[in-house]
């Protein structure tokens, strides 16, 4: 298997924006100029808030995680809250230490008056710049699994394209905003969300944000840390790729501040909702909805919360700490999809009355998996023997093809380098378990029916497609990985009004390595066009679109011929060289619902549950999986099974949205509309820039511009 370290290795030091692979790259984003403040020049730096337990519930790699445990969410296996086990008195570069969490699953609390080049070591060696400063709350006592950490600063940015890079072991999350701390007052700049090592290269993830006004606005990045080593590093970027630290302002770097000049009344807001409040399916999925409101200056009115969910007034639970309310769902009743959408409204007032707020958002990630005892149809392959040859690779009236590099001749199931990994393979789970025992190892926070999936999720055979060291850089520039395609002979679904898919898919792709995917698609007339299932992919390869949902053209159409695998093909010269090649569907941006992200830990190893719609009444429904992949990793799929399952319930038809007011008062603009969506502006509608306001509450007010004009309008 390939080692992470031989990709970071080869990266290039110059940050080339065009070609930089590493990370998740959200789309170009312009920063609105209503969101400048003034900040308190006499207090430069960062405001560090810092969670950190290692108990085994709370080391997952993801934003979800983190900002469950800086809203005082995170818990152990039988749901009790965890305490924070950090250090009040260990603050390092911060100026002083911290009072204690109160309650004990709060946060520490620092102020860092220079730079963000920490790790868990005073004078270490991790990343770009060092020696590093100590992360401040870092307990020498406990280990550093499970640590969480957000950056709230304010920095003063120049007029046109500024460049930011953050170096990071593990994810990390920037944003900016009206409100960056609520979790529909802020905007996704870049993030990271899996785990990695810190980079010593020079190239962490890079994002670009432009400045239409030079100004000071307000950001927040979010930094978790599962496990093992641990550090984050905040630069800006020169145009010749030279790195400088956010704040180091003797080196030139763009100053940043941890307060404002003047105290500012804060109204109760949002400070953390899970399924993340994001139009895209990401790793991990919850049975409940649970968002924590925060008091600002104000309370909030406990009593006054309403929520309702695809249109259905829902109960919730709630639950009062400190100045936080936990409103919580429950465990939602009946069938629900990951890759399904949902609306949700949000309604409280603070403690005067005087404040109200209405919330409405779109999200994924909502999942119950409540499926028939048996299915209409499908496939374990525990009929068959395991593979003997190139003849038997898969069942009888399947196809499987593959330009996967030859790396050892001869037929050996014990040998991961012979050409029996050729192609998908129907090996044993007694077969597979030395040669990729992660397979067998699954997400056991995951429930079918109410009831934890163990690890008996996989057994007789299953297909396999195996992870080595596959990669060959032919003189021509070929590079040759590991592609597999398999198309399954035909199921008939004549009878299923709502057929629902479900396969049992062990997922490991590098969190590092961007030449990786893993779909599946299907078909309803023999094979000649395909509907979109499901698109694996990465951290790494991960692109966002100013909404916060998947970029399917900029993902798929992405080129890169140092990393991505291609074929030689006789008469017609190379093919691959991105994504799109391998995908059978038309590509558009239609295809991005379907994109869900899978990295190489145990989260990515589960049921996963699709309805296919157009599969209704067909009797010739075939699937085609596709594994690409260059020095790994590995991908079994075992329990092929269609279900009739009807849907929960139907969600409302989506309105149009459309303003419905503009009213001028006070200095400030307000703008309502109806039907959702998020209103975004631009000052020049010949201009192709629109700036996401992130809000998609239905009303939004903002300072009237002293010159100019300025347009708005809403986008689903």
């Keep these: 298997m390939c080692n992470i370290k031989r990709y970071l290795r080869n990266l290039a030091v110059v940050l080339a924006l065009a070609a930089f692979q590493s990370g998740t790259l959200q789309a170009q984003i312009t920063l609105d100029p209503a969101w400048r403040v003034s900040p308190d020049t006499s207090k430069p730096g960062f405001i560090w808030n810092y969670f950190s337990n290692g108990d085994g519930a709370n080391t997952g790699n993801s934003i979800d995680r983190a900002e469950r445990d800086l809203a005082g969410q995170a818990t152990d296996a039988t749901g009790a809250l965890l305490p924070n086990l950090g250090d009040p008195n260990a603050f390092g570069t911060a100026i002083a230490a911290s009072a204690p969490a109160n309650p004990t699953n709060g946060l520490l609390h620092f ?15 991790a990343g770009f710049v060092t020696p590093d400063e100590l992360e401040p709350g870092l307990n020498s006592n406990e280990s550093t699994d499970g640590q969480a950490a957000e950056i709230l600063t304010y920095i003063t940015l120049a007029a046109g394209t500024n460049v930011m890079v953050v170096n990071s072991d593990d994810g990390f999350q920037t944003s900016s905003g009206p409100n960056p701390v609520d979790a529909f007052g802020k905007v996704t700049l870049g993030e990271f969300n899996s785990g990695r090592g810190a980079s010593a290269t020079g190239t962490g993830t890079v994002f670009t944000v432009v400045v239409p006004q030079a100004g000071t606005y307000p950001f927040r990045t979010v930094w978790e840390n599962g496990g093992g080593d641990s550090n984050i590093e905040w630069f800006t970027a020169k145009p010749d790729g030279t790195l400088i630290l956010v704040n180091d302002i003797a080196n030139g770097g763009v100053p940043a501040y941890r307060a404002l000049a003047a105290a500012t009344p804060l109204p109760p807001y949002v400070k953390f909702v899970t399924p993340l409040a994001v139009p895209r399916q990401v790793e991990q999925s919850r049975r409940n909805v ?12 406990d009593n006054s919360v309403t929520l309702t969910i695809d249109g259905q007034s829902t109960p919730v639970t709630k639950q009062r700490q400190g100045n936080l309310l936990t409103v919580d769902t429950g465990v939602l009743p009946g069938l629900h999809l990951a890759g399904e959408a949902h609306t949700g409204v949000l309604t409280f007032k603070d403690s005067t009355g005087a404040y109200s707020r209405t919330q409405q958002w779109t999200f994924y990630n909502l999942e119950n998996l409540i499926l028939p005892a048996s299915p209409v149809t499908g496939e374990n392959f525990d009929s068959y023997p395991e593979s003997t040859s190139p003849a038997d690779t898969v069942p009888p009236g399947w196809v499987a093809t593959n330009y996967t590099f030859r790396e050892t001749p001869g037929w050996d199931l014990t040998d991961i380098t012979s050409d029996a990994f050729l192609d998908m393979v129907i090996i044993s789970t007694n077969s597979v378990f030395p040669l990729e025992d992660e397979v067998l190892l699954n997400d056991t926070t995951q429930t079918i029916n109410g009831i934890p999936l163990t690890n008996g999720w996989m057994s007789g055979n299953l297909l396999f497609s195996a992870s080595d060291g596959r990669v060959k850089a032919d003189p021509d520039g070929i590079r040759v990985g590991q592609i597999r395609f398999v198309v399954t002979k035909p199921f008939n679904l004549s009878t299923v009004t709502n057929p629902v898919l479900t396969f049992s898919s062990a997922a490991r792709l590098s969190s590092g390595n961007i030449g990786e995917q893993m779909t599946v698609e299907y078909s309803i007339d023999g094979g000649t066009n395909w509907l979109p299932v499901i698109y694996m992919q990465n951290a790494a390869t991960v692109k966002l679109s100013s909404d916060g949902s998947y970029d399917a053209l900029a993902m798929f ?42 990295n190489d830990g145990v989260a990515a190893r589960k049921v996963e549950a699709i309805r296919l719609t157009q599969a209704s009444k067909q009797s010739d429904v075939r699937l085609r999986l596709t594994h690409i992949g260059e020095c790994g990793w590995e991908w079994g799929i075992d329990n092929i099974a269609f279900y009739d399952i009807s849907p929960t319930s139907a969600p409302p038809p989506p309105g149009q949205p459309k303003i419905t ?9 307000t703008i309502q509309w109806t039907g959702g969506g998020t209103l975004e502006s631009t000052t020049s509608l010949t201009s192709s820039v629109w700036t996401s306001t992130g809000n998609s509450s239905g009303t939004f007010s903002e300072p009237q511009p002293a010159t100019g004009n300025k347009f708005y309008r809403v986008k689903m």
Aim: hydrophobic share 40%.
């Design 557 to 598: 159409n992405n080129t890169n011929s140092s990393w991505m695998p291609r074929w030689p093909t006789p008469g017609v010269g190379p093919l691959g060289g991105s994504f799109a090649a391998m995908i059978a569907a038309p590509i558009s941006q239609a295809l991005a619902p379907y994109i869900t992200t899978r």
């Design 661 to 669: 007011g503009i009213t001028s008062s006070g200095g400030k603009i």
């Design 290 to 301: 649970t968002m924590v409101l925060a008091d600002g200056s104000t309370a909030v009115d």
């Design 111 to 125: 102020e860092i008056p220079g730079v963000i080049n920490l790790s868990k070591a005073d004078g270490g060696a």
